[in-house]
T-cell receptor, first 113, second 114 residues
Framework: KQEVTQIPAALSVPEGENLVLNCSFT??????LQWFRQDPGKGLTSLLL?????REQTSGRLNASLDKSSGRSTLYIAASQPGDSATYLC????????????FGQGTTLQVKP | NAGVTQTPKFQVLKTGQSMTLQCAQD?????MSWYRQDPGMGLRLIHY???????DQGEVPNGYNVSRSTTEDFPLRLLSAAPSQTSVYFC?????????????FGSGTRLTVV
């Protein structure tokens, strides 16, 4: 059974700091991994999608990496801003859970001005 | 705008009432799923569908029913609402097999059962 873990559960950093959010999964037979952002009381916004054949994806100040063999992904946020404050979720889609997206518990980020 | 549309956005039910949460997508996606999100529990899969006429149970299916008669629609039915079903419900869809285009989520339905 696929399990997804995100560490840390919460993170508080000063504005301008570079930071890394971690995601690990137990079954490496995945098709892709997706990072989402969720603001309080809102829905999920897709940030980055990494296919199993890819090692990383970039969008603006965000960079996500994927290491299938070790079952890990990281989301790197450069030059953090107060507007980055939100909960970040990673989710995997794999052969052992066809049709299902399995989520981690999320990391709640606070960027202080 | 293309995407996943959920209705209603908010709903209050009395215990024992039934209702249907609507979900529609206009992207011709094969895969559709329903999740519930509760504090401290994260997102949990209720039911999912890999195509019209095909549905399967997720992690927490009890008390919920689904059907997929068309590619576009995937309604979630609460048979007899209970306070434990108070939650935020999200519908999501993805194209192609293996979710190669990633999942798109609706804006959610916030349900309170009193």
């Amino acid at each position: 059974k696929q399990e997804v873990t995100q560490i840390p559960a919460a993170l508080s950093v000063p504005e301008g700091e570079n930071l890394v959010l971690n995601c690990s999964f137990t079954d490496s037979a995945i098709y892709n991994l997706q990072w989402f952002r969720q603001d309080p009381g809102k829905g999920l916004t897709s940030l980055l999608l990494i296919q199993s054949s890819q090692r990383e994806q970039t969008s603006g100040r965000l960079n996500a990496s994927l290491d299938k063999s070790s079952g890990r992904s990281t989301l790197y946020i450069a030059a953090s801003q107060p507007g980055d404050s939100a909960t970040y979720l990673c989710a995997v889609f794999g052969s052992s859970n066809t049709g299902k997206l399995i989520f981690g518990q999320g990391t709640t980020l606070q960027v202080k001005p | 705008n293309a995407g996943v549309t959920q209705t209603p956005k908010f709903q209050v039910l009395k215990t024992g009432q039934s209702m249907t949460l609507q979900c529609a997508q206009d992207m011709n996606h094969e895969y559709m799923s329903w999740y519930r999100q509760d504090p401290g529990m994260g997102l949990r899969l209720i039911h999912y569908s890999v195509g019209a006429g095909i549905t399967d149970q997720g992690e927490v299916p009890n008390g919920y029913n689904v059907s997929r008669s068309t590619t576009e629609d995937f309604p979630l039915r609460l048979l007899s609402a209970a306070p434990s079903q108070t939650s935020v419900y999200f519908c999501a869809s993805s194209s192609q097999s293996r979710g190669t285009s990633g999942y798109t989520f609706g804006s959610g339905t916030r349900l309170t059962v009193v």
